[in-house]
C-alpha cells in the first residue's frame, strides 16, 4: 500500500516531465511547419509580435548569453574564492555558521532580485557610467551573479571538504603553504566538483527570468553591449504570456520554439555536470 | 653516531588530553629508527611533532624542545615550511595527488619555483630510481598515480618525499596498508637509504623494526618506557614492559 503510493508519486513527476516535454515538442514541431528552422537559427531579428514579423531566435540568445557571461564573470571568482576560504582557511565553527548565511542569498525571491537590479544597482551603476541605459544587460547580469554565488560557493565547498584529509597532509609534509596547497592540491582534487557547480550556475543564470525580464528591457537586440536594453529568451516567454495572445497562434507557439531552445540548452549543460560529478565521486570511494 | 634530534623533556596536549609525557630521546644521524608501541601510545603524535605536522591539529599543544641540528623547531622565528622541506614525511595510508605520476614528483619543485624543466625532469627520474619504482613507471609517467598498485604508489610517496631533497624521511607505518611483498621491498629500499638519509619509521609490526632499525624506542601510554639499539631490545629489554610487548603478551 505505501510501496503503491511512493510508485505513484515517484510515476507522477515523471509523468509530468514527460508531459512537458511532449507540450514542448508537439507545438515546436507545429510552430516549424510555418517558420523554417534555417530562418529560426539564422535570422537575426525576433520580432513575431510586429506587423513586419522575423521568427530569428539570435537576439534573445545573444541576450541569453550576454546576462549569463556577466553572471558568472561575477560569481564565478566570487563563489571559488569564498569556496576556498570556506573550505581551507575558516575554522570549523565559522564554516558551520557561515555557509547557511551565504545560502540565505539563493532563498530570497528572484522579483526582489529584479528591482533590486532595477531600481538600486542601475542608478548606482549609472553613477559611473552615465551613458548606460534605464535598462540594460550590465545590472541583471551583476545581481544574477550575486544571486549565483551561493551555488557556486557551496557546492565547490562541499567538493573540496570531501577531499580526503591524507592529500592536505601529503602537500604540507613536502614544505607547501597553505595556499599552494588550497590552489595546487585540494583545487585538483575537487576539479570536477568544482566545474559541476560552475555548469550548474551557467544553467541557472540561462533559466532565470524575473531578474532579466524585470531589469533588462524587453528588447531583443542582437548585440553584445552590455549598456543597452535586451531582452532574453525567458524574458520573451514571459512578455509574450502575459499579453493576451490567442491559443493556436503563431506568436503563441513562439513560446514554445523558445522555450524548447532554452530547454536544450540547460539539459545539455545538466547532462555535463551530472557526468563531471559522476566522475569526481568515483575518484575517492 | 651522531644525533639528528635531541628531544627533550617533550609534552604533548590535545586540549586537555596528554598524548606524550617527558619524552626523552636522542635520534641518531644516518641510521634507522623504529617507534613502537601498541595503538594510541603516542607514537603517531611523536612523529608527526619531529616535522610539525601536528600544528595542523585544532587544539595541540607542545612543551619541551626539539633540537634539529641544534636548534629547536618549536622555537619562534624557525619557519615551519623549512622545516617540512628538510625533513619529509610519508604517510600510513598512499596519499600520491591525483595527477599523473611525473607531476605528484615535481609538485615539490613546483611549489619552490622551480620552472627549469630539465631540472625537473632530472628530479623527477632519480627520484624515482632513489625509491627504486623507476623501472616500473618509466614508460608512463603522463598517466594518472591513481593508477598505481597500493604498493607502487607509497613507493611513488617515498619518491616525492625524496625529491625535495630532505635530510630526514618520518614514515608513519608507511607498510600497514600494502600487501607483504610490496612491504618487502619498501623495507630493502629503506635499509639502502639509510646511507643518505635519517630515518625514523614508525611501525606496529616488531618484526619489522627487528629487521630495519638500528635502534628501537618502545612507546607506551605516552612515555617512552625504553630506548636501546634494536638488537639489545628485542634480545635482552631492560623494562618487564617492554619484555611483555614484543613477547606479544599485550598490543
Redesign the interface.
Known amino acids: 500500500m505505501i510501496e503503491g503510493a511512493l510508485f505513484l508519486s515517484a510515476l507522477l513527476s515523471v509523468f509530468i516531465t514527460v508531459g512537458i516535454i511532449g507540450v514542448l515538442l508537439f507545438e515546436t514541431v507545429s510552430f516549424f511547419g510555418e517558420v523554417s528552422i534555417l530562418d529560426f537559427l539564422t535570422d537575426t531579428e525576433w520580432t513575431p509580435l510586429f506587423a513586419d514579423k522575423h521568427f530569428g531566435i539570435l537576439p534573445l540568445f545573444t541576450g541569453t548569453f550576454l546576462t549569463t557571461l556577466i553572471a558568472m564573470a561575477v560569481s564565478l571568482p566570487i563563489g571559488l574564492i569564498s569556496a576556498i576560504y570556506l573550505s581551507e582557511y575558516a575554522?570549523?565553527r565559522l564554516r558551520t555558521t557561515a555557509k547557511p548565511f551565504l545560502e540565505i542569498l539563493a532563498a530570497i525571491p528572484t522579483v526582489v532580485y529584479g528591482y533590486f537590479a532595477l531600481l538600486f544597482v542601475t542608478p548606482l551603476l549609472q553613477k559611473i557610467i552615465p551613458d548606460l541605459s534605464g535598462f540594460n544587460a550590465l545590472s541583471p547580469g551583476i545581481v544574477m551573479g550575486i544571486m549565483i554565488i551561493p551555488i557556486i560557493s557551496s557546492l565547490s565547498e562541499d567538493a573540496m571538504h570531501a577531499v580526503?584529509n591524507?592529500?592536505?597532509?601529503?602537500?604540507?609534509?613536502?614544505?607547501?603553504?597553505r595556499l599552494?596547497v588550497a590552489l595546487?592540491?585540494v583545487l585538483?582534487?575537487a576539479f570536477s566538483g568544482v566545474a559541476a557547480s560552475f555548469i550548474l550556475g551557467i544553467s541557472r543564470a540561462v533559466g532565470e527570468t524575473m531578474i532579466v525580464a524585470v531589469a533588462a528591457g524587453l528588447q531583443p537586440r542582437l548585440t553584445l553591449n552590455p549598456f543597452v536594453p535586451v531582452e532574453t529568451v525567458t524574458a520573451y516567454i514571459v512578455q509574450v504570456s502575459l499579453g493576451d495572445t490567442p491559443a493556436g497562434t503563431i506568436e503563441y507557439r513562439t513560446i514554445f520554439a523558445a522555450g524548447m531552445s532554452l530547454f536544450v540548452v540547460t539539459f545539455l549543460l545538466n547532462i555535463i555536470s551530472y557526468s563531471l560529478r559522476k566522475r569526481f565521486r568515483e575518484?575517492y570511494e | 653516531m651522531d644525533a639528528a634530534f635531541h628531544v627533550q623533556k617533550l609534552n604533548v596536549f590535545y586540549g586537555k588530553k596528554q598524548a606524550l609525557r617527558d619524552v626523552n630521546m636522542e635520534i641518531p644521524a644516518k641510521a634507522v629508527t623504529a617507534v613502537i608501541g601498541p595503538s594510541g601510545c603516542g607514537k603517531s603524535t611523536f612523529v608527526r611533532c619531529l616535522?610539525r605536522?601536528n600544528d595542523?591539529v585544532?587544539g595541540f599543544r607542545v612543551e619541551g624542545s626539539i633540537l634539529y641540528q641544534g636548534k629547536d623547531i618549536y622555537s619562534r622565528g624557525m619557519d615551519v615550511?623549512?622545516v617540512?622541506?628538510k625533513i619529509?614525511?610519508v604517510?600510513q595510508?598512499p596519499?600520491?595527488?591525483?595527477?599523473s605520476i611525473y607531476e605528484n614528483i615535481a609538485?615539490?619543485l613546483?611549489?619552490?619555483g622551480v620552472k627549469n624543466k630539465e631540472k625537473i625532469d632530472t628530479v623527477v627520474e632519480e627520484s624515482l630510481k632513489k625509491a627504486a619504482i623507476w623501472e616500473e613507471v618509466k614508460d608512463r609517467l603522463p598517466q594518472s598515480a591513481?593508477s598505481l598498485s597500493g604498493g607502487q604508489q607509497q613507493r611513488l610517496?617515498i619518491a616525492?618525499?625524496l625529491a625535495?631533497a630532505p635530510e630526514v624521511l618520518l614514515l608513519d607505518e608507511p607498510t600497514s596498508a600494502i600487501d607483504p611483498i610490496a612491504t618487502g621491498r619498501i623495507e630493502e629500499l629503506l635499509r639502502e637509504l639509510k646511507e643518505s638519509y635519517t630515518i625514523v619509521i614508525v611501525t606496529h609490526n616488531m618484526q619489522q623494526a627487528a629487521r630495519i632499525s638500528d635502534i628501537t624506542g618502545f612507546f607506551l601510554m605516552g612515555e617512552l618506557v625504553e630506548f636501546d639499539p634494536t638488537s639489545r631490545m628485542f634480545t635482552n629489554p631492560k623494562d618487564s614492559r617492554t619484555e611483555d610487548y614484543i613477547t606479544g603478551r599485550f598490543g
Open positions: 575554522s570549523d580526503p591524507g592529500l592536505r597532509e601529503g602537500g604540507y609534509a613536502l614544505g607547501s603553504t599552494q595546487r592540491v585538483p582534487a575518484v | 616535522n605536522m595542523l585544532p615550511i623549512d617540512r622541506r619529509g614525511m604517510f595510508k596519499n600520491p595527488f591525483p595527477k609538485y615539490g613546483r611549489i619552490q591513481l610517496c616525492r618525499a625535495v
